[in-house]
């Protein structure tokens, strides 16, 4: 599934996860004072914000910025997630369906 990386300037991408403190788009943090969030500390957040609102681009700088197990742990923790994003994710992370949560919500 990485071929879909093909599709972005993934060198211009690097760069920004080099430089800035915060490389994800402050769209995406609409509601939330940016400068305050924390790439660890904040982890589970800032990765389900990114896999239920973000692009692909999002997505490339998400999978630089943490590591494949602690994706799959925040979605495994997460119930704030809408059943598109549980089966793109169950399919690229080799997650089964049953260990992610849909939320009623997006029902």
């Given at each position: 599934?990485?071929?879909y990386?093909?599709?972005?300037?993934?060198?211009?991408?690097?760069?920004?996860?080099?430089?800035?403190?915060?490389?994800?788009r402050?769209?995406?943090?609409?509601?939330?004072?940016?400068?305050?969030i924390?790439?660890?500390i904040?982890?589970?957040?800032?990765i389900e914000?990114?896999?239920?609102?973000?692009?692909?681009?999002?997505?490339?700088?998400?999978?630089?910025?943490y590591?494949?197990e602690?994706?799959?742990?925040?979605?495994?923790?997460?119930?704030?997630l809408?059943?598109?994003?549980?089966?793109?994710?169950?399919?690229?992370?080799?997650?089964?369906?049953?260990?992610?949560?849909?939320?009623?919500?997006?029902?």
């Open positions: 599934m990485n071929n990386f093909n599709l972005i300037d993934i060198s211009t991408l690097n760069r920004k996860i080099a430089k800035e403190k915060f490389p994800f402050r769209y995406l943090f609409w509601d939330t004072d940016t400068e305050s924390h790439l660890q904040n982890k589970s957040f800032i914000r990114v896999l239920t609102r973000g692009f692909l681009e999002d997505f490339y700088i998400l999978t630089r910025l590591q494949e602690e994706i799959k742990d925040a979605l495994r923790k997460s119930k704030e809408d059943a598109r994003t549980v089966h793109f994710c169950s399919r690229y992370f080799n997650l089964p369906q049953s260990e992610v949560y849909v939320s009623p919500y997006y029902s």
